[in-house]
């Protein structure tokens, strides 16, 4: 039996429920494949959207969600699956057919200014795929680790598991009266929220997104949750969860603690808070999310004393055509020595 392949220009016309069947239904499905997530992402940024799909007897049965992104300050563009998130190849049936037929869409993808594939895979098994992509032209990079909790060992055990600076800082936070609130994503709500991540953003020098992007995500409430840490009524610090149901994970997203917060040991609370709702909840994960893979980095330290377990996140590359990867890597060197 064929299988068909589909490029998609817009989420929006595709089937919500047949694209997340995929999802659920597959091991490698995460809450950022989810029809919802791209929507966000495509109403809410300017990202170009290039996703693709693969379908048997009219059915889909596999998908590889895309956005084109600019390279730095260049002209030229790399089709990434997905940022902001994680995605890569999906398929729940027929898989190693269906992600030929994947990659195979994606050099079609890759035209004009458009000279790089990025697959974005946050989960270990992931390396699963990597001989597949390596004898297509596909290099394994890890420049992102991501720290997680095992929330089936309960609080208690992750307390304990916890570096003593972290308990002591949680502990301060309990001595002053406060209350941790399960935001409503208000207009309002989304508003403060961005501008705290904004100057959380310049703070860190990160990559910023935009203020339609968190609007985009009001219209996704059963998969994302605002927890706010409130001292005399006041709002003093904030972060943005996602429920991975199909992961059974929390991703810990964003963060809305500025420097201002610091003194109410916001980040502590807030991640307490969160950690205990997920194991009330019944979730089996919680995940801090991306950091640089380098041990004398403070964000990499700072997860690091929540007891957190680093795991790799897996990046593949290449060029379209395959000669222009070596050529952005020897960019990237370049660019390093003159700004170190």
């Known amino acids: 039996m064929s299988l068909d392949v589909r490029k998609h220009s817009s989420i929006k016309p595709v089937n919500r429920n047949q694209w997340n069947q995929v999802v659920t239904q597959s091991d490698q499905g995460s809450v950022f494949h989810r029809y919802e997530w791209l929507r966000a992402i495509e109403d809410g940024t300017s990202l170009e959207p290039r996703h693709l799909h693969v379908s048997k007897k009219g059915n889909p049965i596999a998908i590889l969600p895309n956005f084109v992104h600019r390279v730095g300050s260049t002209p030229i563009r790399r089709l990434v699956s997905v940022s902001p998130g994680s995605g ?3 398929a729940m049936t027929d898989e190693e057919a269906a992600v030929e037929r994947l990659v195979e869409g994606v050099s079609h993808l890759c035209s004009g200014l458009v000279a790089f594939n990025q697959l974005r895979m946050t989960y270990p098994e992931s390396v699963r795929y990597h001989d597949f ?7 394994l990079t890890v420049r992102r680790c991501r720290f997680t909790l095992d929330l089936t060992r309960q609080w ?6 916890m570096h003593s600076s972290r308990r002591r800082a949680i502990e301060q936070g309990h001595d002053q009266e406060y209350e941790i ?5 208000s207009e309002t709500t989304l508003s403060e929220f961005y501008d705290n991540f904004s100057s959380v953003m310049d703070r860190v020098e990160g990559d910023g997104l935009p203020r339609s992007f968190f609007r985009a995500l009001g219209e996704f409430p059963e998969r994302v949750t605002v927890f706010s840490l409130r001292v005399d009524g006041d709002r003093r610090g904030m972060i943005m969860v996602l429920l991975d149901d199909d992961r059974s994970t929390l991703h810990y997203q964003f963060s809305g603690i500025t420097e201002d917060h610091f003194e109410y040991n916001a980040s502590e609370l807030l991640h307490e808070h ?6 009330e909840h019944g979730y089996e994960t919680y995940d801090f999310r991306g950091t640089d893979p380098d041990f004398r980095d403070g964000l990499f330290r700072f997860k690091e004393r929540f007891g957190g377990k680093a795991k790799p996140m897996l990046w593949w590359e290449r060029g379209h055509p395959t000669p222009a990867l070596p050529a952005l890597n020897a960019g990237r060197t370049i660019y390093r020595r003159y700004t170190s």
């Open 88 to 90: 890569g190849p999906v």
């Open 133 to 139: 992509l390596k004898e297509r032209g596909y290099r």
């Open 156 to 161: 208690d055990r992750l307390s304990s598991e």
């Open 181 to 185: 609130v399960d935001e409503v994503l």
């Open 274 to 279: 969160a950690i205990k709702w997920g194991i």
